[in-house]
């Protein structure tokens, strides 16, 4: 499976409905509230939001991972931190679709938006994470982050990490691990 990272466009409407759906029926809080009605009645506007997307002031660039011409993934690159961000967020955040996991989607699709933040400016970014998510801190681990602090910001949540990739370093674009078919 060969994965690119991709802006939102209207030809993958009818994968990335499926895949927000898998997503949404997860529960992760920051999927449960999507209005998957609205995206799916005017798709178009959808795909707007995401091209031209400026909340509390942060400009972010939203990319879809696209494997054999399906939404597999998404990971959305923040251009500056805000008091929120810095705590919880940081710069990127990504999600895979549940059917497509543990075959290498986010590795591959944090490793192809580093060179990218680096086209926004940016020279490190940081990465937030639960300490519970071992497969989250994997990917951010073999894309070279680099762990700074672990803090507790509620008693009953898990330790949050966080991690800084300086992208300084960062060498263009070459795969470094192909992504496992279906
Ligand atoms: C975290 C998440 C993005 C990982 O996506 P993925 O496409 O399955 O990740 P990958 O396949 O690239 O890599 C996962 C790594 O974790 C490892 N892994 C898988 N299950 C694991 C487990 N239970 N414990 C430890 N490591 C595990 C895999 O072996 C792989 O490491 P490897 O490359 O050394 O083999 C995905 O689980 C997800 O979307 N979770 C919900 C949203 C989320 O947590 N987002 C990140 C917020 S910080």
Not at 37 to 63: C, G, M, N, Y
Not at 72 to 93: C, M, P, Q, W, Y
Not at 102 to 113: H, K, S, Y
Request: charged letters at 25%; hydrophobic letters at 40%.
């Amino acid at each position: 499976m060969k994965l690119a990272l991709v802006r939102p466009q209207e030809r993958y409407r009818e994968s990335v409905v499926r895949g927000l759906r898998e997503l949404r029926d997860e529960g992760l809080p920051w999927h449960v509230a999507v209005d998957l009605t609205a995206i799916e009645r005017d798709f178009a506007a959808f795909v707007a939001s995401k091209l031209a997307d400026v909340k509390r002031d942060i400009p972010a660039t939203h990319l879809w991972a696209i494997a054999d011409d399906e939404f597999v993934g998404r990971l959305s690159i923040r251009h500056a931190l805000n008091d929120a961000l810095r705590i919880e967020g940081g710069h990127i955040g990504y999600d895979t679709v549940p059917s497509f996991r543990g075959r290498g989607v986010a590795t591959e699709m944090l490793r192809q938006a580093l060179p990218i933040a680096r086209t926004l400016g940016l020279t490190s970014v940081l990465l937030t994470c639960d300490d519970t998510n071992a497969r989250s801190i994997r990917v951010i681990e073999r894309n070279g982050g680099v762990l700074t602090a672990t803090k507790e910001l509620a008693p009953n949540r898990p330790l949050k990490r966080y991690y800084e990739i300086d992208l300084t370093q960062q060498e263009p674009p070459t795969s470094s691990r192909s992504t496992t078919s279906p």
